[in-house]
């Protein structure tokens, strides 16, 4: 388990829900944390769980609001600087806040941490990303007023966040006031050293803005700093009451906004309906921009609330008839599990455009980058419950194959395509080279994702697409990287790269690397000669491939370096690891954990350390390169030298404790897993919600216990009930039909629903099943 010592830790309490956050009350300690957990998205924009009014000063509170793909290109500054070097950082910007109101009632403003509540209570319902709250504030004066808000961002309608906010007097009589507009007059800056975080201000993300009224609406424009990329954002409010409503217009510098001013007797009440829009564009003139967007918030407005959530809602359906896992248990699985569903499907990208950011589009964290983890660990969660959002993220990869081929040649690779450690628009932006570009895993990463998306899904329509392009283009590197080494019989051996552990860099023969490249070229060789004459010489005369160089590629393959101790029977996790001094564990204290942030990169590089689990990971991905007694004497050795300190570490060690046979300990690391933000377990996510570790929630579940593993196009399913469980069910997509797994103690019912026959194996069983077909299986 995670090191991190509890009393860093600090988390909402939730009530038991099996479909919702709920959180009564207001708690300041816990506040920036919650606003992670319930942001809204949906895959352009997204926006933090904070409260419309704000809260007091002094409590921690990050707001937000996002655009996945759009960036601010700021200069990386080093004193000592080499060739090579990521010259540019991306920076996810902030954009104007949409959902802020101002509300007083006389002269007392409210504000959650400073105002007088009568209760609270709020709520995010995964069902349909939908956040509500009530709360009832006693005013200076005595009487009471209580706010109805309902907000989510569309799923229907990529650039669109709705809110409808009601406030009524209890038994107040008075006058009341409420503003809300657009404002830019919020972020900037993090607290202490933590190279995971990262926040910018609306100001150092975007020049000073222009303002226009069209419609009903008001619509500013900015322009991104040093690209002159186009941000626009607008809103309109509709108002209605059962008292007069006065409304003036308020521009202030860095706010646009409407103020509604009415007077409240007890049983009176107002209600705002607001709808903000944005749009980004790198090309084409404000003007028509501006008009398009006016008339899309007109369009919104008249439609109404109530439509424009019917269609947001229908896609929340369309996706839980397929990702929903129900657990018959004691424990809050479903309530993880589902969070966890909920936030990867609302954060991706969906246009083939834009990708899934370490943090989604809950907050700041690690400046809003995609790294490998979104094809290791997010792909296979999309691929068997979305497949069409696997996809769009992989045509995200093809999109930047250009810069990743310029980066290569930086890189001084001749050929081929070497992808960004992390980036957003291609380029590489790790300014810490030996655990950002030297993990060359990255493009055999990117590579298993293609394979597995077009063997499971069956659309060979996007190898044509660009897939079998960047596929043979990042298989290219490893022949430049590696060599045949004589000194190791002729083998193949990759030199100075760093496999996923980031506290081992710099390393010759990474198992995980060599063994990654190894399906790579081998994939990529099987994929050249299966294309006729005429295919081959269409790509070929397009990258300049020859036969040559793709016997080559087998010929790696085959004769792939891959370490081992004889001694200790294990795979060593790189040339020399095992040599190395142990890590003093019982004499660091759990004040240090994570490492990184407490010593020198070189000390923790000198002891057999390990941030996050790395040949371990590799028998998970690649299990047939294993045998049985291998994979257990390799889990019985790392694992105790892993400090977890990524939250990347515990689902995969839940699924290799499960195939080694500790069910039990496989248990300890699952619940560290799905509860990982929601109990804020390695105390920073309030810099936002760890969209790798949801995936791996998953991920834990299906391979885990239902024993999920690929052999091709087929899967292989060996499912068991853990202790304490009474039943679990899960589905897969598979192609074009949908497989439903029933779990009990004993048995497994299959129920398939497609329009062609699927083949699977159930505990090494070949199994056929026809449309609505269903059957029944042993667990053995």
């Not at 490998?372 to 069409?388: G, Q």
């Not at 291609?426 to 998306?453: M, V």
Request: hydrophobic residues 40%; negative net charge.
């Amino acid at each position: 388990m995670s090191k991190t010592g509890d009393q860093k830790r600090k988390a909402p309490a939730f009530l038991p829900d099996d479909w919702r956050l709920v959180e009564n009350g207001f708690t300041p300690d816990t506040q920036a944390v919650s606003e992670t957990l319930m942001a809204q998205a949906n895959g352009y924009l997204g926006t933090r769980g904070t409260f419309e009014e704000g809260v007091a000063d002094g409590i921690r509170s990050t707001e937000g609001t996002y655009l996945n793909g759009v960036y601010l290109r700021d200069p990386i500054h080093y004193d000592e600087a080499a060739f090579g070097f990521a010259s540019h950082n991306n920076k996810m910007i902030l954009v104007p806040d949409g959902k802020a109101f101002d509300l007083t009632a006389g002269d007392e403003r409210f504000i959650q941490g400073a105002s007088k509540l009568d209760g609270q209570s709020r709520v995010l319902d995964m069902r349909d990303g939908m956040l509500s709250r009530t709360s009832r504030w006693q005013t200076r004066t005595g009487g009471t007023l209580e706010i109805n808000s309902r907000r989510f961002v569309s799923m229907a309608a990529p650039g669109l966040m709705v809110i409808d906010y009601t406030l009524a007097s209890v038994d107040y009589t008075g006058p009341v006031s409420l503003t809300t507009g657009l404002n830019t007059r919020y972020g900037g800056g993090h607290e202490g050293f933590d190279p995971r975080a990262g926040e910018l201000s609306v100001a150092a993300c975007l020049e000073k803005p222009e303002a226009a009224d069209r419609d009903g609406a008001t619509l500013i424009a900015h322009r991104v700093r040093h690209s002159g990329h186009l941000v626009l954002a607008g809103y309109r409010v509709d108002y209605s009451g059962d008292t007069d409503i006065g409304a003036q217009d308020i521009r202030e510098d860095g706010l646009w906004a409407t103020r509604l001013d009415a007077a409240l007797a007890p049983g009176q009440e107002i209600t705002v309906r607001k709808y903000v829009a944005y749009a980004d564009f790198e090309k084409g003139t404000q003007r028509a921009r501006w008009s398009a967007l006016g008339e899309n918030l007109g369009t919104m407005a008249q439609k109404g609330f109530d439509a424009l959530y019917k269609d947001h809602k229908a896609v929340w359906d369309a996706f839980w008839d397929t990702a929903d896992v129900t657990v018959d248990s004691d424990d809050p699985v479903e309530q993880g599990i589902r969070f966890g569903a909920f936030h990867l499907f609302q954060s991706a990208g969906k246009d083939g455009g834009r990708a899934l950011a370490a943090k989604g589009l809950s907050g700041p964290g690690y400046d809003g980058h995609y790294f490998w983890d979104t094809e290791i660990y997010a792909v296979p969660f999309f691929l068997f419950n979305a497949p069409e959002v696997a996809r769009s993220l992989i045509e995200y990869r093809i999109s930047t194959l250009d810069a990743a081929r310029a980066r290569a040649r930086e890189m001084g690779h001749t050929k081929g395509a070497l992808f960004p450690w992390r980036t957003i628009g291609g380029e590489e932006c790790s300014s810490f080279f030996p655990a950002g570009t030297a993990q060359y895993h990255i493009n055999a990463a990117i590579a298993y994702a293609l394979i597995q998306y077009v063997n499971i899904s069956g659309d060979k329509e996007l190898l044509a697409g660009g897939g079998a392009e960047m596929l043979f283009e990042t298989a290219r590197i490893w022949m430049d990287l590696g060599h045949f080494n004589a000194q190791k019989g002729g083998a193949f051996c990759i030199h100075e790269v760093t496999g996923p552990d980031e506290y081992t860099a710099m390393v010759d023969n990474n198992l995980y690397t060599n063994l990654m490249a190894q399906q790579h070229l081998a994939e990529a060789a099987a994929l050249a000669k299966s294309y006729s004459k005429q295919d081959f010489d269409a790509i070929a005369a397009k990258i300049d491939l020859s036969q040559d160089e793709v016997a080559a590629w087998q010929k790696a393959a085959d004769c792939m370096y891959v370490p081992f101790d004889e001694n200790l029977g294990i795979h060593a996790q790189c040339d020399g690891f095992l040599d190395k001094p142990e890590w003093d564990f019982d004499g660091t204290p759990a004040e240090n954990y994570p490492l990184l942030l407490h010593y020198h990169p070189l000390v923790i590089y000198r002891h057999q350390v390990l941030k996050q689990p790395d040949v371990v990971l590799a028998q998970i991905l690649l299990p047939a390169r294993f045998t049985a007694d291998e994979k257990a004497r390799n889990l019985a050795y790392y694992e105790p030298r892993t400090t977890h300190d990524s939250t990347l570490s515990a689902c995969i060690h839940a699924v290799a404790n499960l195939e080694s046979g500790d069910p039990a300990k496989a248990y300890e690391f699952f619940e560290e897993t799905y509860r990982m933000d929601l109990e804020n377990r390695h105390a920073n996510t309030h810099y936002g919600n760890h969209m790798a570790c949801m995936a791996g929630s998953w991920m834990a579940l299906v391979y885990g216990f239902g024993g999920l593993r690929l052999e091709g196009a087929l899967p292989a399913l060996k499912p068991a009930l853990p202790d304490g469980w009474r039943s679990y069910s899960f589905k897969l997509r598979l192609g074009a039909g949908l497989l439903k797994l029933s779990v009990s103690a004993d048995s497994t019912d299959y129920q398939y629903d497609g329009p062609d026959p699927v083949i699977f194996h159930h505990y090494g069983h070949r199994v056929a099943l026809k449309p609505k077909e269903q059957i029944s299986l042993p667990n053995q």
